[in-house]
C-alpha cells in the first residue's frame, strides 16, 4: 500500500466542501484563483471581498492553498472566431513570427505581429477562447513583463488581512519569481509550479531550495519540445524534491463519465511508481461532488494496489 495523499482544487461556493475536506485521503485544499468570486473584480480595490472566502475556507481543516498564476500567460476577455486578435494577461515580447498554443496544445494559431499584451494572428483556433484559458509561446525569445498580476497582489492582501500564508506560483521559472511573493508575504509556504524549460532549468539548478515543487502536466506538456519529454521532466522534478506534488490531467474521464478509463487508473499508478506520493485534482473533475469523490476514493483503491 502506498501513503498517497490528495489536495483538491474546491470551487469556492461548493456546497460539498466540508464531506471532501473530511475524506481521509485530502492533505490540502486548493483555491483556482481564476474562479469568479463575488464582490471581487480582479484588482486590489476590491480584495476585501476574499477576505469571507478565504477565512472560510481555511476553517474546512486541511490547509488551504492559494494559486497565483504569476508569470503564466492567459486570455483577458473571450474571443470568438474567426477573430485576428487575444489580449493577454502580461505585457509580452517575441521574435515572430511564432506559434500560440491553445487548448492544452491541440490548437494552434501563428502569430503574426505583438503589440504590448495583445496577439495579432494570422488565423485563429476553431472554438471561442474564453477568459482565463492559457495561451502557451513556446519560444526561446519570449520575454514576459512583471510576475504578479493585479489579481495576484489581491489575493496576497486579503491572504495577509486573513492569516492565511500557502501558496502556489504558476510558471516560476527563476529565485525572482519567488522573491517577489516573499516580499509581499514574508511567511509564505511555497509550492512553485514547474511548467516550462526555463522552469526545468530552475530545478536544475535550485531544486526544492525556494519552495516545495509541483509538476504542472498541463502547461509542462505543452512546453517541452517533444510530447514523449514529458516523461523524463517528471522524472527531474521528483528526484529534485521527493516531496514534489504532480497535478493537472487527472483522472479527466470522471469528469465525463462515471467509469474511469484504463489509461487514466495506470496513469495514477504510473505517478505513484515514480515516487510522487501528492497529487493534485484540477478544476474539471472537482467541480461536482461525485466526480471529486469517485477520484479520491479510486486514488485511495489504486494506492492500495501499488
Not at 128 to 155: H, K, M
Not at 228 to 249: E, K, M, Y
Request: hydrophobic fraction near 45%; proline fraction near 7%; include cysteine.
Amino acid at each position: 500500500m502506498t501513503a498517497a495523499s490528495v489536495i483538491v482544487t474546491l470551487p469556492p461556493y461548493a456546497d460539498f466542501a466540508v464531506e471532501v475536506a473530511k475524506h481521509p485521503r485530502v492533505s490540502g485544499l486548493r483555491l483556482n484563483t481564476v474562479m469568479p468570486i463575488r464582490g471581487f473584480d480582479g484588482t486590489p480595490a476590491t480584495s476585501r471581498a476574499l477576505d469571507p472566502l478565504l477565512a472560510r475556507l481555511s476553517e474546512l481543516g486541511p490547509p488551504l492553498w492559494v494559486d497565483l498564476k504569476g508569470r503564466q500567460l492567459r486570455v483577458v476577455g473571450g474571443a470568438l472566431p474567426p477573430f485576428t486578435e487575444v489580449r493577454l494577461s502580461h505585457r509580452i515580447r517575441v521574435n515572430v513570427p511564432c506559434d500560440a498554443y491553445f487548448d492544452d496544445g491541440r490548437e494552434h494559431a501563428r502569430v503574426l505581429a505583438v503589440d504590448g499584451d495583445r496577439l495579432i494572428l494570422a488565423d485563429s483556433p476553431r472554438r471561442y477562447v474564453g477568459p482565463g484559458e492559457s495561451v502557451n509561446l513556446v519560444d526561446p525569445s519570449l520575454e514576459i513583463d512583471g510576475t504578479l498580476t493585479p489579481a495576484d497582489l489581491a489575493y496576497l492582501e486579503a491572504m495577509r488581512r486573513v492569516g492565511a500564508s500557502r501558496v502556489m506560483l504558476s510558471f516560476v521559472e527563476g529565485p525572482d519569481d519567488v522573491a517577489e511573493v516573499r516580499a509581499r508575504l514574508p511567511e509564505v509556504e511555497l509550492v512553485c509550479k514547474i511548467e516550462s524549460q526555463r522552469g526545468l532549468a530552475y530545478v536544475s539548478a535550485h531544486g526544492p531550495a525556494h519552495g516545495r515543487l509541483m509538476a504542472a502536466r498541463g502547461d509542462l506538456y505543452v512546453e517541452v519540445a517533444r510530447p514523449h519529454q514529458v516523461l523524463a521532466a517528471l522524472g527531474a522534478i521528483i528526484s529534485a524534491d521527493p516531496q514534489a506534488i504532480v497535478a493537472s490531467r487527472l483522472l479527466p474521464s470522471l469528469s465525463r463519465h462515471t467509469v474511469p478509463t484504463s489509461s487514466d487508473v495506470s496513469d495514477v499508478a504510473y505517478l505513484l511508481g515514480l515516487g510522487y506520493r501528492t497529487l493534485m485534482l484540477g478544476d474539471e473533475v472537482c467541480l461536482r461532488r461525485d466526480s471529486v469523490l469517485a477520484a479520491l476514493n479510486l486514488i485511495d483503491a489504486i494506492a492500495g494496489e501499488v
